[in-house]
């Protein structure tokens, strides 16, 4: 699957992108339910926290259009959102496409390319998880083979990843 065709690239996310993915998410005029994203102190510090990587898509005109946040473990129990390091499963903890850029296969490019990323660090399943009331986000993560794997006051997904060179037993 080749990039949507409004975007140019895809790109791994470097420090010297905090400050435009804080502008991109003030821009919003939404309010995010953490602290995290509220200054670029406090993304780095979040990022270095969790080893986190990501990826940054650009418009044709160079435009951020959208990013994604992952690392290797897991969130459990949903409603007290512990984080629990582990070599197995992949964390997806942000995506987040700017609305001018929805239904344009952003989200679905960089979901790939994380869970590409992921695998690639031994992750055998991929989770993450989102607002209840998010129906948008929800149909989103089944239509690209997430399935639900619990509900507390967010709703927990997970993706089983098949394995590369694998034997059969």
């Not at 259009?65 to 949903?78: D, E, N």
């Not at 660090?121 to 998880?129: D, E, F, P, Q, V």
Request: aromatic share 10%; charged share 25%.
């Amino acid at each position: 699957m080749g990039l949507p065709p409004s975007v140019v690239s895809i790109s791994k996310l470097l420090r010297e992108h905090i400050e435009e993915i804080i502008a991109m998410l003030r821009s919003l005029n939404e309010r995010w339910d953490t602290d995290r994203f509220d200054s670029a102190d406090n993304l780095a510090k979040y990022l270095g926290a969790y080893q986190k990587r990501g990826f940054v898509a650009r418009t044709e005109q160079g435009e951020l259009a959208g990013f994604v946040l992952y690392c290797m473990g897991y969130v459990w129990p949903l409603d007290r959102k512990e984080f629990h390091p582990t070599a197995d499963t992949g964390f997806i903890s942000d995506i987040i496409v700017h609305p001018r850029h929805w239904r344009k296969g952003i989200g679905t490019q960089l979901m790939i390319e994380a869970e590409k990323e992921l695998t690639k660090m031994g992750a055998r399943r991929i989770t993450l998880y989102t607002g209840p009331d998010n129906a948008r986000a929800q149909a989103f993560f089944a239509g690209i083979g997430y399935r639900v794997s619990g509900r507390a006051d967010s709703v927990g997904f997970e993706k089983v990843v098949p394995r590369e060179n694998s034997e059969s037993p």
